[in-house]
């Protein structure tokens, strides 16, 4: 796909289209979707299916790339987040269900280290449960070299406790396998916010084999779905009780009937109402959108698409050539991330400008360009590859040289 896909639509609007050298981040729109899966999303929009049923079988789509008991299409991994607290509070309860966000008298604790905090648990919180931070963070403040160890889960579980909340990333400590050793000997469930953690794709069914009851991914992410997608999988049961909080339920109870392998409904007394999940509800066009995403993730040949990366973040650096008081490097990454970046480093003593502000004059062009700028206090700039088509690195090539006055 080249630059000259249609942007009619943001002609028609008004509205600029960004050079996204980023990510597929919220605030930019989340990634460009293949043409494959916007035209499976196109034909899910021309019929009306039972919803219940289509998430029935998105669970056993995701059980098999995921090695889990079951799934659920959510409108993101907060989305996900949330429902799989909620399914921790209240079980197969539709009573409890029904009251949420009012928690009293259940299980309304949910366990949480000080150094995973971090505003996606708006999600968890909204449940109506209250956190318990345990853990001093020394390795993140720089003061020591230790954080959170895994027996004081243990010792922060009371009779309260409704599950504990582990966020993936590479560095993450303690180990979650220890972690859910320590929570499963407790009986108390463990969810995992994997949102951004794939590539690699090990990781689809890494976090259930080191325990996890329930894990939430991102589907606008690296995974290539609909910006408001996302998945939940784990335990069956956990996974029916986000379903029965999250489909809509206006239905007369005798016309009732929802798939068995997703809801068993002979073990509740009576149907819940709407739940807390339905303010996120998700639309069949995203449900079918993440499947085709995630069928195409699984089936894309990991070394092929490092390859059609490393193109594009080979055509930046081409392009940019040699520039004054910069340093540009690629940076391969292929075993930590399995994303190349491009990595341009100034020395903002000669250059006249600094990292932030050739962000600022990046961004603030026409066409607007967003470049990374999680580095920005050592004077670097990074562009990644996963956003961007054919012929845009050129783009920014060149007006990296314009603005660095070649
Ligand atoms: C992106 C992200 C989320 C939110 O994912 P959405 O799919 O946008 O809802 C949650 N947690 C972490 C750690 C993330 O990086």
Known sequence: ESVSVMTTVYDRLGVSTVINAVGPSTRLSGGVMRLEVAEAMVQASQYCVDMAFLQARASEIISKYTGSEAGYVTSGAAAALLLGTAACVTGMDPLKMNRLPDTSGMKNEVIMARSHRNFYDHAVRSVGIKLVEIGIADRFSGAGVRDVESWEYGAAITERTAAVVYVAYPHTLPRLEDVCTVAHAHGIPVLVDAAGQLPPESNLQRFITEGADLVSFSGGKAIGGPQSSGFLCGSRDLIASAALQH??????????????????????????????GRPCKVGKEEIVGLLTALRLFV???????YQRWLELMLELKRSCGELPHAQIDLISDRKRSGIPIVRLELDEDQSGITAIELIKSLQDGNPAIAANPISVDEGIVIFGPTCLKNGEPTIIGNRLKELLNI
């Open 299 to 305: 089936e894309e040949d990991v070394i092929k698409r």
């Open 247 to 276: 489909l809509d339920l206006d239905i007369l109870p005798e016309l009732w009937n929802p798939p068995a392998d997703l809801i068993d409904r002979s073990r509740l007394p009576g149907a819940p109402q709407h739940g807390i």
